[in-house]
């Protein structure tokens, strides 16, 4: 008998371990290419609210080859996109259609950035700082060689302020 309490308070134990110990965030791959080949991190479910799934957020794509994640934008997400590139970021700015994957119109949005979401590589870089603001029908986002140039400390000023681009 006192060796099935004593199995057991093992049992306990690893159990008790394994759910306080930290989550394990995925990393991924993505690729912003031109404005007609890019990627932005999404809520994991159509109609989730963006701010509440910052750390849990999945990127899709304009084809399923520029991510390892292999999703795509639903059909009509994107309305536009502009693409820039310079020695040290990359990054597409525009305007979305957020009735293509749920969003609510009373969403404020939020931002995943690397520090929530780890091990993400962008065009070989490992910064990243990515917007999506439902009620504005306005996402951006930005590949860095440096942190500097990722600014992930002011998503409540919006893309514009964060991501500087053509939102047209």
Not at 22 to 51: E, Q, W
Not at 66 to 72: I, M, N
Request: a positive charge.
């Amino acid at each position: 008998m006192q060796r099935l309490y004593c199995l057991l308070a093992i049992v306990v134990a690893l159990v008790v371990s394994v759910s306080s110990a930290p989550l394990v965030k995925r990393g991924y791959t993505i690729h912003l290419n031109s404005d007609t080949a890019f990627c932005s991190f999404m809520p994991p479910k159509p109609g989730d609210d963006v701010g509440g799934t910052e750390n849990q957020g999945i990127p899709m794509c304009s084809s399923a080859s520029l991510s390892s994640s292999g999703k795509v934008f639903p059909t009509g997400f994107i309305v536009t996109a502009h693409y820039v590139k310079t020695s040290t970021y990359v990054q597409v700015t525009g305007r979305m259609n957020r009735s293509k994957y749920s969003l609510k119109a009373t969403d404020g949005g939020g931002q995943y950035d690397h520090k929530d979401i780890s091990g993400v590589t962008c065009n070989g870089y490992k910064y990243f700082v990515n917007m999506l603001e439902p009620d504005a029908d306005r996402y951006c986002i930005r590949c860095c060689q440096s942190s500097t140039d990722c600014n992930t400390g002011k998503s409540t000023y919006g893309c514009p302020r964060v991501v500087p681009g053509n939102y047209s």
